[in-house]
């Protein structure tokens, strides 16, 4: 049987790190050891305040649909949360409870593009984004950023690649894979230039809350005519729960709410009664000495990396990502994730998971594993070189 | 601030019922009891051997993404469910896991429809089909159906509609608002009729299990090359849990995985972990003892119904809904359930959230409550007549 794709399947990439996956399970099968440093999510567990608030719910057995937006309770929270960490002021009414932050991004691009609308998009960065605006007929146009500019693009950038078919512009702060920030000023600059335009302004502010030597922040301080992407996965440590949340500009709440309807019907209810509790002080306590945990590995790990050969231009300063340039190692990032894997357990992602940039050059390197298994991976660097 | 909105969201409706339902907790909050009988999930809580299940599971905190397909150990599982208690053979590869049945049909929609490709949809039908039909470019054309055949559309039909455009139709049994079924015969003709014009069917088995007088069925017994999608939701009694499943053409699952990847990441994690606890014959009994109730409240509140003037010409045989013609009663639908709401405190809902096709002539009345309270109900609706 020959199946009847549509063409948008063809321009849709897989994550290309299950490859190097399945070979890591393979070889783990074989009894070998590998160090994942390939991982996307915080390794800790669901802090327990979540998963007791998710217990006494799940006693009820009542697990029934929500409001297709979400609890109104939830809504209420992240919206004191906004005002009481950020000082900002975001109406619990703009915000819409989603499926991860990818049904948030999928609800924000349903909602804003038509065919051939084009989306501006920072290269490298998170693949799905760019997949999400193919898959309702937009079209992502890569700005290709690099270390000149902390891997974030510049008004100039956008003004330069504006097109009459131009949609609007997704950034992420912090960014992955880059670990980059864009602070309040360069945000700014890039919503005037974006708004000029007549465009709008997509921000991803999944990585709020890990930064390191630097406060998190968020751009619903200032405006609250952009889009605002978040997530219970990375900070809150929620990942499998699968929730985040979209903050929208007013005029569009309504339409959203349709397509929350129909998408999605609403968000996982045990997941929205376990995010009741992300916010109380005792689970900010748990987060902070998480969010310290990074910062000390982060620490440990780029030095050391550097020291290594690996070239780290632009100091990543948020979420648990460093995006090495190994190009005094190797000439294809993807040949050197392989040999990594195969001569010395080491698992990383290549560059070609992030765009078309540079990808054979760079090699995304996750710290989300225990320091001393970063150490280990780095002793095991060494050898490779040896 | 005026949204730039995409062109699909002047095309998209919201469930209309909501409105119903927000006057219909104003009363609640005056004081006034209002039976529901709009609400289209069940009633129970969800059955204790998967609270238990996913408390097991969070006790372990480790509640991180899974394979974006979904638990092998789920998808061997719902294999295994189909073998045993339908005599169908479907290989655990074909069967992907997803975040509701929205999620599935979305998967499936996305991998198959380009923009302008037509899907031929039975009207009345369940609302969201043809929405997500249109969020990713498709062109949904009804099939009015009606009584005389079942509210089920016809190979004749299907052949009369299609044109060169026509990607395929989407069926479901028991249909949402009717209740009614397809049996193996008329799946088959239809089939043929599909795939004689190179098209693709899907069908709609997200009320499987929940069928009175009459064995559950899937088509998956005789065809391998249809996509079909099924949920917890229903049967299962997990609606708030957001679990469902797709089982695709083994040559389109390749193509599925990379677009649940980046729509989805991974299905619910503790909704997967609970999900594993639904096939036990523990939990089947509990199931089975409430399909006979609902086969009760069928056998009650039809001819209840039925003697107040409402015409149910085809016998509803699956679901747990009637698809009630009120021209004996009322000119209006919508009108009809505001004054059943307003002067007797009974929520149903009006034909318009399911199509085009005489939507003011029907209501749908939903028998997701306890037998006293349709009695009740019934005895209300008396009342409004009198």
Request: proline share 7%.
């Amino acid at each position: 049987m020959t199946p009847h794709l549509a063409r948008r399947t063809a321009d849709i990439q897989p994550f290309h790190v299950m490859e190097l996956l399945r070979r890591a399970r393979e070889l783990e099968a074989q009894g070998r050891d590998i160090i994942h440093m390939e991982v996307g999510e915080p390794d800790f567990p669901t802090p327990q305040p979540m998963i007791d608030a998710a217990t006494r719910f799940l006693t009820s057995g009542d697990v029934h649909y929500t409001a297709a937006l979400g609890l109104p309770q939830l809504r209420e929270a992240i919206a004191r949360f906004y005002h009481d960490r950020f000082g900002a002021d975001v109406a619990p009414e703009r915000i819409i409870v989603t499926p991860g932050a990818s049904g948030a991004l999928m609800l924000a691009l349903a909602a804003t593009t038509d065919p051939g609308d084009e989306w501006l998009l920072p290269d490298p960065g998170y693949p799905s984004n760019r997949h999400i605006v193919r898959s309702f007929e937009g079209v992502a146009r890569a700005l290709p950023v690099n270390a000149d500019t902390r891997f974030q693009p510049t008004p100039a950038q956008v003004g330069g690649a504006w097109t009459p078919r131009t949609r609007g512009l997704i950034v992420a702060t912090p960014s992955n894979p880059t670990g980059t920030l864009l602070d309040a000023a360069e945000l700014a600059a890039l919503r005037a230039a974006v708004l000029a335009r007549g465009g709008t302004l997509i921000v991803d502010e999944i990585y709020q809350g890990l930064t390191y030597g630097v406060d998190s922040s968020t751009v619903l301080r200032s405006m609250d005519d952009v889009f605002v992407v978040n997530s219970f996965s990375k900070y809150f440590g929620m990942t499998g729960w699968r929730l985040g949340w979209l903050v929208a500009p007013s005029a569009y709440v309504r339409e959203i709410e349709k397509l929350a309807q129909h998408f999605f019907i609403s968000p996982s209810t045990p997941a929205q009664h376990a995010a009741l509790a992300a916010f109380a002080p005792s689970t900010i306590d748990i987060l902070e000495a998480r969010r310290n945990e990074f910062a000390t590995r982060r620490d440990t790990l780029l030095p050391a990396l550097r020291q290594q050969g690996f070239i780290v231009a632009a100091e990543p300063q948020g979420a648990f990502y460093i995006y090495a340039d190994i190009s005094q190692l190797a000439a294809d990032s993807e040949q050197f994730a392989q040999r990594l894997i195969e001569e010395v357990g080491v698992a990383a992602t290549p560059g070609l998971d992030f765009g078309d940039n540079q990808p054979r050059r760079h090699l995304r390197i996750a710290y989300t594993n225990r320091q001393e298994r970063l150490l280990e991976a780095v002793e095991r660097l060494a050898r490779l070189r040896a």
